[in-house]
Structures are given as C-alpha cells and as structure tokens.
Nanobody, 120 residues
Framework: QVQLVESGGGLVQAGGSLRLSCAAS????????MGWYRQAPGKQREMVAT???????NYADSVKGRFFISRDNPKNTVYLQMSSLKPEDTAVYYC??????????????WGQGTQVTVSS
C-alpha cells in the first residue's frame, strides 16, 4: 500500500516562503500525475496545484504566480514551493493523485498532511 508523507510546513509571516515535500513509499510518481491539496479549518479540501496526465500543471486561481509544483521521480518526491504567502493560505496541506483520478476513486490513502500557518 502506498504511503504519502508530507513535510515542510511551519509558521511563517505573511510574504514569506516555504517548500513542502511529499514522499511516497513506492515508485508512483513516474506513472501518475500528483497534486497538492489543502484544507483550512471549517472548509472543504481543495486542489492547490497539480500535474496533469500530459505533464502540464494547473493551479488554483488563488495561488497562481505564487506557488510552483515540481517533482523528482527518482526520489519519489513532489514539491510545492510557496512564495508571497498570505494568511488565507493557512491550512493543512496534503498530496495525492491528480484531481480527475481522485474524483474517480483512484486516489491513495491521505497522509497526515503538513500544517502551514501564515501570520499577518
């Protein structure tokens, strides 16, 4: 069973940067498009950034130009570089398969996520 482990979160002031990492227990990234998601208190989980099946990328409008998704397939790791952070970016961040296949029920078991807190 694939395990996803997110890390790199923390407390940062508005305008700061963080880089999140998501490591998988198996070699899944070379065959699957992965994405980053977040869930703020009292809100539904939402897609933040994702690779698509064609290796393109999609970003939520709220993070375009500030967040950048990348991956290192040999290391089975996907990253999320976050810059110009805002208090509204505060959430628990998770990685999983791309949104289309997630909706089809093909996602992996969610990891524990990594908390990002942005202070104003």
């Amino acid at each position: 069973q694939v395990q996803l482990v997110e890390s790199g979160g923390g407390l940062v002031q508005a305008g700061g940067s963080l880089r999140l990492s998501c490591a998988a227990s198996g070699s899944i990234f070379s065959n699957n498009a992965m994405g980053w998601y977040r869930q703020a208190p009292g809100k539904q989980r939402e897609m933040v950034a994702t690779f698509t099946s064609g290796s393109s990328t999609n970003y939520a409008d709220s993070v375009k130009g500030r967040f950048f998704i990348s991956r290192d397939n040999p290391k089975n790791t996907v990253y999320l570089q976050m810059s110009s952070l805002k208090p509204e970016d505060t959430a628990v961040y998770y990685c999983n398969i791309d949104p289309l296949r997630l909706k089809l029920g093909l996602g992996y078991t969610w990891g524990q996520g990594t908390q990002v807190t942005v202070s104003s």
